[in-house]
């Protein structure tokens, strides 16, 4: 959350990320149509490691938003800033919550 971080012009850098710039990218990066076989799907699903990011998801997404509140009572921004914080934020927090 760059914006959070720096303000100011970042306050909009997760909605230009999130609706230009990884767009465009997308436009030249080849895609995968390809299956994961049932026999790797199981392995796959019983693998530590996506335990661990579920779990370490959910204070993540209380840091974020804790941040967020912090920065909107104390630090004062304009209502510029707010807006790109709250839209950045509650995209940031609604894709992680989703997946």
Same mark, same amino acid.
């Given at each position: 959350?760059?914006?959070?971080?720096? $303000?100011?012009?970042?306050?909009?850098?997760?909605?230009?990320?999130?609706?230009?710039?990884?767009?465009?990218? &997308?436009? #030249?990066?080849? $895609?995968?149509? $390809?299956?994961?076989?049932?026999?790797?799907?199981?392995? *796959?699903?019983? *693998?530590?490691? #996506?335990?661990? %990011?579920?779990?370490?998801?959910?204070?993540?997404?209380?840091?974020?938003?804790?941040?967020?509140?912090? =920065?909107?009572?104390? $630090?004062?921004?304009?209502?510029? &800033?707010? +807006?790109?914080? =709250? %839209?950045?934020?509650? +995209?940031?927090?609604?894709?992680?919550?989703?997946?």
């Amino acid at each position: 959350m760059a914006g959070l971080y720096l $303000q100011g012009i970042w306050s909009w850098f997760t909605l230009a990320l999130v609706f230009g710039i990884l767009p465009v990218v &997308e436009l #030249f990066t080849t $895609q995968s149509t $390809q299956n994961v076989a049932e026999s790797e799907e199981a392995d *796959r699903s019983k *693998r530590l490691l #996506f335990d661990v %990011l579920l779990y370490l998801n959910a204070p993540l997404l209380f840091v974020i938003t804790g941040w967020y509140l912090y =920065t909107i009572a104390f $630090q004062t921004p304009s209502w510029l &800033e707010v +807006i790109g914080l =709250t %839209l950045g934020t509650g +995209i940031v927090v609604g894709a992680n919550g989703i997946n």
